[in-house]
């Protein structure tokens, strides 16, 4: 049996799958929206795994898989043994023997790699404290489909260093764009927990308004994330700061675009007027995990392929 390819951090795949990637769920996208059936997944199961919280995430993979002609099956901790304790190696090896390919939502990226070390099937990320591939996958798609290719463009993060910020920072590295980075003191991002190897793709700023300056996307994300909740009344006082507000997006470059992963906090991380505005793509961006992971699945399951492969 030849070992399963894995979706775990961004950098897990080439530019040149990510080139392919792109085109295909322009393809997947535009059948979808024709009504045309596409069904390259007919009899494959889908298992999902959820430690925290998601809206976006369980219905973009379930309705995903479905629509390729395929089934999902959600589990999480309260229901199933993995919260009372069964390792994550028994689980990996026994879910990996009832399906043909596994999402999971948790905490340390240390389990999902353990969970995809003894896994017969490909294992996708679908969020972990330190990185949310399939997230950037759909910001990066949106972000072409608003605005062209994204290399040599400048990505403005304000906020918090968390597993969106790291994801950023690896997308840069291997496609070819800027990040300027502004987090309050004491919540700096380490290139190095971002998985980088080089530091040449970003630059911090200490006053967010200046990493906003000539932007071509500004983005930002909560505050406080999942697994974090005992750290919020602080984090409230120390990021007062960094919300995204017109004054920010009026220095970045004309035509830049506003994302934001959703769920979003109107006047903590971004002002309503921000989220709500003309240079918002929320809307599109969140309906794009659908069309980025259904293309995501299919090449983990077969592979590269042109037009209708079913
Ligand atoms: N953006 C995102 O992953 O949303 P959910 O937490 O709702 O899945
Ligand atoms: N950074 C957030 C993203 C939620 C989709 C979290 O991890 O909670």
């Known amino acids: 049996m030849n070992a399963p390819r894995h979706y775990l951090q961004f950098k897990d795949f080439s530019r040149a799958e990510y080139d392919y990637l792109f085109d295909r769920t322009h393809w997947i996208k535009d ?9 390259p997944l007919f009899d494959r199961t889908l298992v999902m ?19 390729l002609g395929g089934s999902a099956i959600y589990l999480n901790t309260r229901d199933s043994q993995l919260g009372r304790g ?12 009832m399906s043909d390919i596994v999402m999971i939502r948790t905490f340390e990226q240390t389990i999902i790699e353990r969970f995809a070390e003894y896994s017969r099937v490909p294992v996708i990320n679908g969020l972990t404290n330190e990185y949310h591939p399939c997230q950037i996958l759909a910001d990066i798609f949106t972000f072409i489909e608003h605005r062209g290719p994204i290399q040599g463009k400048t990505v403005a993060w304000v906020g918090d260093a968390n597993n969106m910020c790291n994801t950023w920072l690896q997308a840069a590295e291997l496609l070819d764009f800027k990040v300027h980075v502004s987090t309050p003191p004491g919540y700096e991002v380490e290139p190095e927990q ?9 630059v911090r700023f200490d006053d967010p308004m200046e990493a906003c300056r000539g932007a ?5 994300d909560v505050w406080t994330s999942m697994g974090f909740e005992a750290e919020n009344e602080e984090r ?13 997006m009026q220095v970045a470059n004309p035509g830049a675009v506003f994302m934001h992963c959703l769920p979003a906090h109107r006047g903590e991380e971004v002002s309503a007027e921000v989220i709500d505005g003309p240079q918002s793509v ?29």
């Open 31 to 39: 059948r979808f929206k024709r009504y045309e059936p596409h069904h």
């Open 49 to 67: 795994i959820f430690e925290k919280a998601s809206t976006r995430t369980r219905l973009s993979f379930e309705a995903g898989m479905q629509q």
């Open 86 to 97: 069964e390792p994550v190696e028994d689980a990996a090896q026994v879910i990996s023997r």
């Open 194 to 202: 971002a998985g980088c190897t080089r530091t040449d793709h970003f």
């Open 216 to 220: 071509d996307l500004v983005t930002t």
């Open 236 to 248: 409230m006082r120390d990021f007062a700061d960094w919300q995204v507000d017109a004054d920010m």
């Open 282 to 310: 929320v809307w599109e961006e969140a309906e794009n995990r659908l069309h980025v992971q259904k293309a995501l699945m299919e090449f983990l399951l077969i592979g590269k392929v042109e037009g209708d492969c079913a």
